[in-house]
């Protein structure tokens, strides 16, 4: 599965790529495994961007999770924690995750 690069990334690539090879290197390092699967690394960081309502965000890292191996069920429950700390607004981003039209 090909990754979707953000609207953030592909300006910066257009107009500082050295500030996007910084980026990328940084985020290569975070959320490789470690003492947390990259995966569940993925998924929190799609739970981070439920609560900041980043509701693109939310469908692109969904797709990076599945084709990491995350299952519906992991993507639901990640969901679940979003709107347990994020109360509705968090939820109403959050069913971005879920595969649509």
Not at 43 to 66: P, S, W
């Amino acid at each position: 599965m090909q990754q979707q690069v953000p609207p953030y990334m592909a300006a910066l690539l257009a107009n500082d790529p050295e500030l996007a090879e910084i980026l990328t290197t940084n985020r290569e390092f975070i959320i490789q495994d470690g003492a947390l699967s990259a995966k569940t690394k993925t998924l929190m960081t799609m739970l981070c961007d439920a609560l900041l309502a980043h509701e693109d965000g939310v469908k692109v890292i969904a797709d990076r999770a599945r084709g990491m191996g995350a299952t519906e069920a992991e993507i639901a429950e990640t969901i679940r924690v979003a709107f347990w700390m994020g109360g509705l607004p968090a939820l109403v981003t959050g069913v971005n995750a879920f595969k649509g039209d």
